[in-house]
């Protein structure tokens, strides 16, 4: 069956610095890829989507690099900020879902200090 | 806010007790879906509306959990006598088109 892996261990970065998610697959060939910002207590909001045929896609700060060979997908935040803690999530469609449902990793908790 | 609204936000009741959620989708979005997420997971697919026709039914949906978009508006999610394993967020979200999904703030529930 198909499955999404997200970093398990919480991203604990510097202010400034650069984060570097990371979201893994298996027993899925995705036509894109997408991920998602989620707060505490609120419905994950769209971030980034990247087709199969895209190497990499960049929107101001944040950055998506999509292998397929290696069935990675990178997310990175660039010149990170407090503001930019939150948990994170990759999504693909699943596959047999006639309506393009998503099926989503566990994602992974960003938190910037200053 | 991405104009997509859910109510109540908390709902808290007792096992064996009937709840009803509701959403309301952006206006011009056809498509609907349901999703529940439980602590440290990411949202689980429940079900899809395309208008007011209910087109796939995730195999968490179980006979206890009835959903219905009436007039391919609004959604209606029903769960019958409530158990604790349904506490957990219910996530609404829609769409135009078959990728980015646009969730509403979600409705939290426990079931004591």
């Known amino acids: 069956s198909q499955k999404i892996e997200q970093n398990s261990e919480a991203l604990n970065i510097q202010e400034g610095k650069t984060a570097t998610l990371t979201c893994n697959y298996t027993n899925y060939s995705p036509a894109y890829l997408q991920w998602y910002r989620q707060d505490p207590g609120r419905g994950p909001v769209f971030l980034l989507l990247i087709r199969e045929n895209e190497k990499e896609k960049r929107k101001e700060r944040l950055k998506v690099t999509f292998d397929t060979t290696l069935k990675q997908s990178l997310f990175h935040i660039t010149a990170s900020q407090p503001a930019d803690s939150a948990t994170y999530l990759c999504a693909l469609d699943i596959p047999s879902n006639s309506g393009y449902a998503l099926n989503f990793g566990k994602g992974t908790s960003l938190l910037v200090t200053p | 806010d991405t104009g997509v609204s859910q109510d109540p936000r908390h709902k808290i009741t007792k096992r064996g007790q009937n709840v009803t959620f509701r959403c309301d989708p952006i206006?011009?979005?056809?498509?609907l879906y349901w999703y529940r997420q439980t602590l440290g997971q990411g949202p689980e697919f429940l079900t899809y509306f395309q208008n007011e026709a209910q087109l796939e039914k995730s195999r968490l949906l179980s006979d206890r959990f009835s959903a219905e978009r009436p007039k391919g508006s609004f959604s209606t999610l029903e769960i019958q006598r409530t158990e604790q394993g349904d506490s957990a967020m219910y996530l609404c979200a829609s769409t135009a088109r078959e990728e980015t999904q646009y969730f509403g703030p979600g409705t939290r529930l426990l079931v004591l």
């Open positions: 206006s011009e979005h056809n498509r």
